[in-house]
């Protein structure tokens, strides 16, 4: 696969065949993705991937706790803008809308919602999950070797014919992931992975969104 077939036709998965993906086809994908460049040639990254019996107690776990008390889980760090501003809040608004519109969610159906949100955990049915992390130590900067790392990564699934999805509220739940003995103490969560075959029959997976031109956030200065 070309580069930019890769990078056009990469894409957040939201259900996935239940076809197993073989251990030596993600380690090509993480030996891969461990090309990007880091500070320092430092290579913060860390992945912990589960499958089987290891996927499904991760699962229930974790599904447990955001239906019971998802106000007790927060993230150890920041994401999101608080409060969120424009032009940020209208594009959240808009790709929140068109994936409840495109699995016939209507706007103010909240359990519906609430059931779609939990699909999360679940790893929206793909057979392998994969957690990523660094250790607390490292600085502000290594965020930005691990977007470089998680950008290789889901390039590097394209490449080897698999989907996936980015899933950051699983670092809500680093607690629980702890306690599954998946992620030591000295590590923070930075995201959840889904990694498998497209169900392409899902209406969700045809969600396409939107990126705005070129023109929108870029300046030439110095040209002809």
């Not at 056009?8 to 251990?23: A, G, H």
């Not at 498998?196 to 209406?203: K, L, N, R, Y």
Request: proline fraction near 6%; glycine fraction near 8%.
């Amino acid at each position: 696969m070309q580069v930019e077939d890769a990078i056009r036709s990469r894409k957040s998965i939201r259900r996935f065949r239940p076809d197993p993906v073989p251990r030596a086809q993600i380690e090509r994908i993480l030996e891969l993705a461990a090309q990007a460049p880091s500070g320092a040639n430092t290579q913060p990254w860390k992945v912990r991937a589960v499958s089987g019996a290891v996927r499904d107690a991760l699962c229930r776990a974790v599904s447990a706790a955001a239906e019971r008390e998802p106000q007790r889980h927060h993230a150890e760090y920041g994401y999101y803008p608080d409060p969120w501003f424009e032009p940020y809040l209208e594009r959240r608004r808009t790709i929140s809308f068109s994936l409840y519109d495109t699995l016939g969610i209507a706007r103010g159906d909240r359990a519906a919602r609430e059931r779609q949100a939990l699909r999360n955990f679940q790893f929206f049915d793909a057979p392998v999950g994969l957690l990523i992390s660094m250790d607390r130590r490292m600085n502000t900067g290594s965020f930005l070797d691990m977007g470089m790392f998680i950008q290789n990564l889901m390039l590097a699934a394209r490449g080897e014919g698999l989907h996936s999805c980015p899933q950051g509220v699983f670092a809500d739940y680093h607690q629980v992931v702890r306690e599954q003995g998946l992620l030591g103490e000295e590590e923070i969560l930075l995201c959840a992975m889904a990694l498998g075959h497209e169900d392409p029959e899902a209406p969700e997976n045809g969600l396409v969104t939107a990126r705005v031109p070129v023109a929108e956030f870029a300046a030439f200065h110095g040209f002809d």
